[in-house]
């Protein structure tokens, strides 16, 4: 048996913690994930990320290292880095931030001082909890002043941006954020990051992949530094990136290592490496622009159906629903369409009268459907299962759930999804 079995090493030495890896993939396999900070990795990039590179320390850069040894591990940071600047258009990219919040504290590190007047998105309203939000670090150690959207319309107001950033002269001022369904407008940003003189991150953890693929405009020849995750759309292994022009490279280097990080994982950069490779593929291109052709169709869809669509719906990958005018809960919705076979996120939406962790919304996106071939004639189905589950929801009606989920696993099955087994 262990001769079949995916991982038999694993099952071998350790069969519960094995039993736990299948079930998991069995859960990704026939579930309908629309969580849209989440992906599947190729079958290449999960090999690349689990290698014997993860036996090897290399404080330090590629030819000035801490440690010998170094002849492959050189090259593989070498070509992640020539690959992402290529696929980028920038000057410098650092590949060894561990994930999103130590790579943007280390943008902290290299460009401000404790106590010093950062400016970002306010968590509620779609930022992250790093661009200055209180409960983080970045929110204790500096002062955090956060902006927001328009009540009205969902939308980022850019004159109150400005005024704001004008009135509190950040040392660093964030776009981005995790719960944006509008396109960033990174050259608006960047003339008020030049008046109020701010260094400006583009933070595009969501949408790099989208960037990547064209699919939303570049902020490389606007902002001072690129932050990024690796694992999102741009559908790597967990990582991050910090990309920049020549001029800040050695603060930018010099924050992520010595100033916050030790090794780097080496496994993760091959990782890196191989989904930037991917990624520079016009099938990649296809893509990103299906990713966001679903999330237009599914939106659409929402709509027809009588969701509240935070801004009216989507430019990008991402969704954010406010049901109030459903009756349901944000938090009810989620772990009812969960029973379900659908997988998303409670969320805050703007202006929330609700606690974060009992919100209004939920949060859903199109990047793991759309990387299993579901297309925007798929949205009106999926659009379906979400109506009625959170009718099911609203209903306690445990047999609708169950009569979705096993439609939601028979859609799926027959959409297999990269880097898992056939179910
Ligand atoms: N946790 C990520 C997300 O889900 O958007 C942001 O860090």
């Known amino acids: 048996m262990s001769a079949n079995h995916r991982h038999p090493a694993l099952l071998s030495t350790d069969p519960e913690l094995a039993s736990f890896v299948t079930a998991e993939e069995t859960l990704q396999a026939e579930t309908l994930r629309l969580i849209p900070s989440e992906n599947y990795v190729s079958a290449a990039v999960l090999e690349a990320s689990g290698t014997v590179l993860q036996n090897k320390y290399s404080e330090g850069y590629p030819g000035r290292r801490y440690y010998e040894g170094q002849q492959n591990i050189d090259r593989v940071e070498a070509l992640a880095v020539e690959r992402a600047k290529g696929l980028f258009g920038v000057d410098h990219a650092n590949v060894q931030p561990y994930s999103g919040s130590p790579a943007n504290l280390a943008v902290y590190l290299a460009f401000a001082k404790p106590g010093d007047t950062v400016m970002g998105m306010a968590l509620p309203m779609g930022g992250h909890l790093t661009h200055g939000w209180g409960v983080s670090a970045t929110g204790s150690w500096f002062r955090g002043v956060q902006y927001g959207v328009r009540a009205d319309d969902g939308r ?164 954010l629903m406010d049901l109030t005018s459903r009756g349901v809960p944000g938090k009810v919705a989620a772990k009812a369409l969960d029973r379900a076979g659908i997988v998303v996120n409670y969320n805050t939406v703007p202006f929330d009268p609700r606690k974060p962790f009992d919100p209004s919304g939920i949060r859903i996106g199109t990047p793991s459907l759309t990387s299993r071939g579901l297309t925007a004639a798929h949205m009106p189905v999926v659009a379906d299962w979400i109506s009625r589950a959170v009718d099911a929801a609203a209903a306690s009606d445990e047999a609708a759930l169950t009569v979705i989920r096993s439609e939601v696993t028979t859609l799926m099955s027959a959409h297999p999804a990269p880097g898992l087994p056939l179910s």
Do not use: W
């Open 156 to 319: 980022i107001d850019y004159d109150e941006v400005r005024d704001l950033a004008l009135k509190e002269r950040p040392k660093i001022l964030f776009c981005g954020g995790t719960a944006l369904p509008r396109t960033i407008d990174f050259e608006a940003f960047a003339s008020i990051a030049a008046e109020a003189g701010s260094i400006l991150v583009a933070d595009v953890a969501h949408i790099a992949g989208l960037i990547a693929g064209g699919a939303h405009p570049s902020p490389a020849d606007h902002v001072d530094v690129i932050s990024t995750t690796t694992h999102k759309t741009l559908r790597g292994p967990r990582g991050a990136m910090l990309m920049c022009r020549e001029e800040h490279a050695k603060a930018i280097d010099k924050a992520v290592f010595p100033g916050l990080q030790g090794g780097p994982h080496n496994q993760t950069t091959a990782g890196i490496a191989v989904a930037l490779h991917e990624a520079a593929q016009p099938s990649f291109t296809a893509y990103a622009h299906a990713v966001v052709a679903n999330a237009k169709a599914l939106a659409q869809a929402l709509l027809g159906r009588g969701f509240d669509l935070v801004s009216g719906g989507t430019d990008n990958h991402l969704i």
